[in-house]
């Protein structure tokens, strides 16, 4: 069993990042720390594809001295995806920063519960405003 | 005729630069390319599913200069190319009838980039339509995400912004998911290509070796995508999220995007995971348990919404609750079913979603029942579409709500031990769909004291009645002539 994980370490390490992400995302109430566990979380992910993807001993694709013997070197597949994820987590990264940015704007405070309750009571107030009107 | 088949890749290529166009041109020039954009893809896809049809074969179309199982690849059927068209279809409709609102909610300066974003989904909802890569699918779910979340921030009132924070949350939390699931799979089977996958996972399963990594991959990417295309536990965000989004956006985001999503999942059971070992591995039980309470507390949330918007909204949770349920009783008559619901909701909701906008404009804007009353006779159009949209969900003939609860209720009889609380939950939320849609027609229809209406000119509702014919008649020529439909839909499900 303990021969496994150690067997494993770099995977088990990018499993517990994962959830470490994950659950910054999801419960922690600071929307910037949500976007850091966002970024931990996609980072874990490609910890986890680029672990998988190595392989010890054999070199990174790129033909050298013209061994073109295929055991000699690694799939660039992983490597691939890894990139185009960097990719898609950069820009969602950027939309995140930049709603936050206008939510914080709007109500001086990156807390989300504080946000909602502003943003409740700001309607309340309007509703209230509109029934004195009428 | 064969020369179609390049059809699925020209309408994703020309997508995609309309999107990159349109954020340059002015916004009456950027409209007019996303309709011709659509329409144009539209009638492609009929052209696509006439040869399918016809052909009674599935294509699969290499892209680049990588064969079999190490290239990218689309794959063209005959259901791929029906839910292509219906999706543009109604995302033209969409756009047109909520021109006007569009108008009002829009920024004049940045207007253009609306439809720039609008663009974006139809690519990104097509690739999940066609795509038979694993890691193309979880790309574009996120330039899904990107775009729906760029059609519901467009609108700078009220919570917009928040709204689209907790949307992106979740919708992020969904995808992350499905990512470490597809990079588990990749993991134990090396391949990323569809039908690489299922003949290897089977192989698998049948050895019984890699049962836990096999069976987390499939959790987490089932649960990525139903949390994305909102099944009961993470319904929260849908009301915030259509209730204050343009009607044109919620229309889109309710027909469309939680159902490309929903698409994606129907084809990673059929064509990844295959149904022998997804039915084995009993996660359909989840989805029966899920959708089953999504059926009863979306309906019950929605009747006690006092805002037209948010109980369709609810009313969304409560139909995507229908097509897990479907997806949970069998993998044939079941799954038939929950596609032709999959139909129905996206022509029905955003007809819903449309007329309401209509209705409440009628009275200066407002959204509460109790201020909406004789609306309908203000705006007597807007009133008739609204009630054939309600009457769709709730199911009576000739609608297609009708053809689809049939559906289910033929899907039951097929279940052994699912019969009993099947039909029984049919029959509740029905009654339930019922009772908030009537009370809503009651009040729209029902003028005690007979305020002043404040009129909107004739001619800026044309673009509206004429989406909202089409939809309405789309829907009763799918509710009349269901029969080819449902063969349609269940040869390609044997084909799948």
């Given amino acids: 069993m303990l021969q496994t994980l150690?067997?494993?370490?770099?995977?088990?390490?990018?499993?517990?990042?994962?959830?470490?992400?994950?659950?910054?995302?999801?419960?922690?109430?600071?929307?910037?720390?949500?976007?850091?566990?966002?970024?931990?979380?996609?980072?874990?992910?490609?910890?986890?594809?680029?672990?998988?993807?190595?392989?010890?001993?054999?070199?990174?694709?790129?033909?050298?001295?013209?061994?073109?013997?295929?055991?000699?070197?690694?799939?660039?597949?992983?490597?691939?995806?890894?990139?185009?994820?960097?990719?898609?987590?950069?820009?969602?990264?950027?939309l995140m920063l930049a709603l936050t940015y206008r939510l914080y704007k709007a109500y001086h405070t990156l807390n989300v519960d504080e946000i909602y309750m502003l943003s409740r009571e700001k309607l309340e107030r309007e509703e209230g405003k509109k029934e004195e009107s009428e | 005729?064969?020369?179609?088949?390049?059809?699925?890749?020209?309408?994703?290529?020309?997508?995609?630069?309309c999107s990159v166009v349109s954020a340059l041109l002015p916004r009456k020039a950027a409209r007019v390319l996303s309709l011709v954009l659509f329409g144009m893809i539209a009638a492609s896809s009929a052209v696509i599913l006439l040869y399918t049809g016809k052909t009674g074969r599935i294509f699969f179309y290499q892209m680049g200069h990588f064969p079999?199982?190490?290239?990218?690849?689309?794959?063209?059927?005959?259901l791929e190319a029906l839910f292509s068209l219906a999706f543009s279809l109604v995302l033209l409709s969409c756009i047109t009838g909520g021109s006007r609102q569009l108008r009002i909610d829009l920024v004049p300066k940045t207007s253009n980039l609306y439809y720039s974003m609008?663009?974006?989904?139809?690519?990104?909802?097509?690739?999940?339509?066609?795509?038979?890569?694993?890691?193309?699918?979880?790309?574009?779910?996120?330039?899904?995400?990107?775009?729906?979340?760029?059609?519901?921030?467009?609108r700078q009132v009220g919570r917009t912004t928040l709204a689209s924070v907790r949307y992106m949350i979740f919708s992020l939390v969904g995808s992350g998911l499905f990512l470490f699931g597809v990079i588990l799979l990749y993991q134990v089977t090396g391949h990323l290509l569809m039908p690489n996958l299922r003949e290897c996972i089977a192989l698998l399963w049948k050895n019984g070796q890699y049962r836990v990594p096999l069976l987390a991959a499939m959790i987490l990417i089932s649960v990525g995508l139903s949390i994305k295309s909102g099944l009961f536990p993470f319904h929260f965000w849908m009301p915030d999220t259509y209730g204050y989004a343009t009607p044109a956006s919620s229309g889109i985001l309710s027909g469309l995007v939680s159902k490309g999503y929903i698409f994606l999942l129907l084809k990673l059971v059929f064509d990844v995971f295959g149904t022998e070992v997804f039915y084995q591995?009993?996660?359909?039980?989840?989805?029966?348990?899920?959708?089953?309470?999504?059926?009863?507390?979306?309906?019950?949330?929605?009747?006690?919404?006092?805002?037209?918007?948010?109980?369709?909204?609810?009313?969304?949770?409560?139909?995507?609750?229908?097509?897990?349920?479907?997806?949970?009783?069998?993998?044939?008559?079941?799954?038939?079913?929950?596609?032709?619901?999959?139909?129905?909701?996206?022509?029905?909701?955003?007809?819903?979603?449309?007329?309401?906008?209509?209705?409440?404009?009628?009275?200066?804007?407002?959204?509460?029942?109790?201020?909406?009353?004789?609306?309908?006779?203000?705006?007597?159009?807007?009133?008739?579409?609204?009630?054939?949209?309600?009457?769709?969900?709730?199911?009576?003939?000739?609608?297609?709500?009708?053809?689809?609860?049939?559906?289910?209720?033929?899907?039951?009889?097929?279940?052994?031990?699912?019969?009993?609380?099947?039909?029984?939950?049919?029959?509740?939320?029905?009654?339930?769909?019922?009772?908030?849609?009537?009370?809503?027609?009651?009040?729209?229809?029902?003028?005690?004291?007979?305020?002043?209406?404040?009129?909107?000119?004739?001619?800026?509702?044309?673009?509206?009645?004429?989406?909202?014919?089409?939809?309405?008649?789309?829907?009763?020529?799918?509710?009349?002539?269901?029969?080819?439909?449902?063969?349609?839909?269940?040869?390609?499900?044997?084909?799948?």
């Avoid at chain 1, 680029?50 to 799939?75: D, F, K, M, W």
């Avoid at chain 2, 088949?5 to 995609?16: E, G, R, T």
């Avoid at chain 2, 079999?68 to 005959?78: C, R, T």
């Fill in chain 1, 6 to 94: 150690w067997n494993n370490r770099i995977e088990c390490v990018a499993v517990l990042l994962f959830a470490v992400g994950f659950f910054t995302l999801i419960l922690h109430p600071n929307l910037l720390k949500k976007i850091i566990g966002l970024n931990i979380m996609d980072t874990a992910a490609y910890l986890f594809l680029t672990s998988i993807g190595y392989i010890r001993g054999r070199l990174a694709p790129i033909i050298v001295n013209g061994n073109t013997n295929p055991e000699s070197y690694v799939n660039p597949l992983p490597a691939g995806l890894v990139l185009t994820g960097i990719v898609v987590s950069v820009s969602v990264t950027a």
């Fill in chain 2, 118 to 154: 609008v663009d974006l989904l139809q690519a990104a909802l097509l690739v999940l339509v066609y795509t038979n890569d694993l890691f193309t699918g979880y790309v574009f779910i996120e330039i899904c995400t990107i775009a729906s979340c760029g059609i519901l921030l467009i």
């Fill in chain 2, 68 to 78: 079999h199982p190490w290239g990218n690849e689309l794959k063209i059927g005959a």
């Fill in chain 2, 281 to 496: 591995s009993g996660l359909q039980n989840v989805f029966y348990v899920l959708g089953f309470l999504g059926m009863i507390i979306g309906s019950i949330s929605a009747m006690r919404e006092n805002d037209i918007f948010r109980m369709i909204a609810f009313s969304s949770a409560a139909q995507i609750g229908y097509i897990y349920l479907g997806i949970g009783v069998s993998q044939t008559f079941g799954v038939a079913a929950a596609l032709f619901h999959v139909l129905t909701h996206a022509v029905t909701k955003p007809l819903l979603f449309l007329s309401a906008a209509q209705l409440s404009e009628a009275v200066g804007g407002k959204k509460q029942f109790k201020e909406l009353q004789g609306t309908a006779h203000f705006n007597k159009f807007a009133g008739f579409a609204f009630t054939v949209g309600s009457l769709s969900m709730i199911g009576i003939p000739p609608t297609m709500g009708f053809i689809s609860k049939y559906l289910f209720a033929v899907s039951a009889f097929h279940a052994n031990l699912k019969m009993i609380p099947t039909l029984i939950v049919l029959a509740v939320s029905t009654v339930l769909n019922t009772i908030y849609f009537a009370r809503t027609l009651i009040r729209i229809y029902n003028n005690p004291d007979g305020t002043s209406p404040s009129r909107i000119p004739n001619s800026a509702q044309k673009p509206f009645v004429l989406s909202a014919v089409f939809l309405i008649v789309m829907n009763l020529i799918a509710g009349i002539a269901s029969q080819p439909l449902v063969n349609l839909l269940r040869e390609s499900l044997n084909l799948f």
């Fill in chain 2, 1 to 17: 005729m064969s020369f179609s088949l390049n059809f699925p890749l020209f309408a994703i290529v020309l997508s995609l630069i």
